[in-house]
């Protein structure tokens, strides 16, 4: 009923008669499609009914204009960044927005929610958009494609383009180990093996829906993020030991479930996408990458603020990895964009 209220509420405002069909020079891809979480959310959560948004300061601090968009950033998240390493358009717009235009449902949009989850329980807990939410508004979005471009290009569209997931470090942090509503029912093993399955079948339903080039974000080194330092770290706020073995155990079932369904649909290309060791590095060692500070974020003491807690930001954010307790700066994702996601990206063209 939510989506559907909102989906009422905020309307697509697509003029057919402006549509323009040509497809963006010199890429072979097309448009990206974004579905998930906080990571890559450019602003659905707007116009939804949740506490989980950031539509006002300082979040946006370095964006364009210094307008705080609902990204979880102080400026540009890897959505963004994507796009404009792939030379299609500077910003990946969140469907949500009312202002999108047919060029933009063209060379993508993005149906991400911050908050959400691969566990279904995860979005509910906090009022955001479910991946199952997610999947209906890309029916509903190619629905709109066939009416501006016709059935032949949006399959095009689809076959060509980028679908991006990024997905599960709420489920682990958050539902997982900040409530007993699953850790009383499942082992650490048996969780991670339902969050497998569900990032499966959401990739098994993108395909039957007509994506073929599909990459699916892994998990990060949960237990060095600094609400989770500052949570379980103790005096020292040390890197939790235990989350980063469960983002491991996770990220490596879901490689190999990667695998499975490549061999399962050799039409498709599925690329995991390992968002795991460089992050460790850059954590462990931000000189090495022109930062100094990595074990807290620039908003507020940097310790567990997040969201509407951050009231007042540090002096240089350029000199801090993360940008809040949970999400890491424009920096700190350009360079991760720029190093990890350049190489899968060319295994996604190809």
Known sequence: ???????????????????????????????????????????????IETVVKVNYPPYGKDFIGGRPTGRFCDGKVPSDLIVEELGIKDLLPAYFDPTLHAQDLLTGVNFASGGAGYDPLTSHLVSVLSLSDQLRMFKDYTTKLELIAGHEKTMTILQEGLFVVVAG????????????????????????????????????????????????????????????????????????????????????????????????????????????????????????????????????????????????????????????????TEKAYRLLVHQILKKSIRELRL
């Not at 549509?19 to 890429?27: L, Y």
């Not at 499966?200 to 998990?219: C, D």
């Not at 992050?279 to 100094?292: E, V």
């Open 169 to 328: 470090s709420n489920d682990i942090t958050n539902t997982y180990f900040g409530t007993p509503l699953r850790k009383s029912h499942y082992d650490v093993s048996s969780y991670t093996d339902l969050l497998v399955a569900y990032a499966s079948n959401f990739v098994q339903e993108l395909y039957k829906l007509g994506a073929r080039r599909i990459g699916v974000f892994g998990l990060p080194p949960l237990g060095c993020l600094p609400s989770q330092r500052t949570l379980k770290g103790g005096a020292e706020r040390k890197c939790i030991d235990i989350y980063n073995q469960v983002a491991e155990l996770f990220n490596n079932k879901l490689s190999a479930e990667v695998d499975s369904i490549n061999a399962r649909y050799p039409e498709a290309r599925v690329v995991y996408i390992d968002i795991y060791n460089l992050p460790l590095d850059l954590i462990r060692s931000p000189q090495k990458y022109g930062f100094k500070i990595s074990d807290k974020g620039c908003c507020g003491t940097g310790t567990i603020e997040v969201a509407f807690l951050c009231k007042y930001t540090c002096s240089d954010v350029s000199d801090y990895v993360f940008w809040d307790s949970f999400h890491l």
């Open 1 to 47: 009923m939510q989506f559907l209220l909102f989906k009422l509420l905020f309307p697509v405002l697509v003029c057919i008669a402006e549509a323009v069909t040509t497809m963006p020079q010199n890429s072979t891809i097309p448009a990206v499609i974004m579905f998930g979480d906080s990571v890559v959310d450019t602003g659905n959560n707007n116009y």
